[in-house]
């Protein structure tokens, strides 16, 4: 039997040494406060099974990992039909990119950029007040982990509020193509809060963990999305969820992931486990450098690559 628990241990007493390479996020002002040295490691397998290492018990910013869970929100409300409005390709351009949205007439190409998370933002404002659709986010998450002590950190959204300039002018833009329902200022009020939400690794991989059990939440029972939404939700996340890093990642790590600015991975591993990593520290293309690192290296003595063993 694998030993999880001392694969986990032994990882993080190997990366720990090198926590601080990178550089921390501070285009988020807010985001530059935090010890760099950080680095948490949480793997909750589909049996129950919890095996932690390090800071992950420490909620930091999930930034864009919440692009998965406001994805699988849209299409709960709206289902294939939010397929009009985002693609569904990798972009091979950076996370804020705007250069193909006028060749492309407004359309995202995919839900994880930052431009076709606004789209879907847009899409779970439907029908809400910001504050409803904010209140939605969280209410979903706290279900998803089964833990009610998930909070937004509200100085982070306070903070990319008063600088997200370049998110502005993405959503004004798709406001031009009318490709956006809602004024730019109320979809990004929901985006800019979502993005703060405040989980530690542990909580992370919990809320994961129905993409790692054919939509199923295995911990509380939970049918959070069919066994179909599950394989292409991940299948997004392998193609597109580390922007024009994804083909590094799949090369590397070989599993579905999906990282944020403030140093997280959430990474699934299909009938097996739901990881989440934590270290501020990022690479060129805005992900988390040790953390990429503790998942090449859980796939490699797992053998659990989607692409084999
Ligand atoms: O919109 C932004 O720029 C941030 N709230 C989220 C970006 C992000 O996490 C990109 N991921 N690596």
Redesign the pocket.
Known sequence: MTDLQGIVEEIHARLSPRCGEGRV?D??PQLAHVDPKKFGIAVVTVDGAVHLAGDADEAFSI???SKVFTLTLALGKHGEAIWKRVGREPSGSA??SIVQLEHEGGIPRNPFI?AG?IAITDLVLAGHTPKEAIGEIVRFLRYLADEDDIIIDQAVARS?QAT?F??FALANFMRSFGKLDHAAELVLGV??HQ??LAMSCRQLAKAGLFLANSGTNPLTGHRVVSHLRARRINALMLTCG??DGSGDFAYRVGLPGK????GGILAVAPGKASVAVWSPG?NE???SLIGSLALEMLAARTGWSVFGA
């Open positions: 996020a285009y988020i930034q864009s990992i996370f804020n930052n998370a990319e997200g370049r998110n985006y800019f993005c703060a580390h922007y990282s944020g600015v403030g990022l293309n805005g992900n």
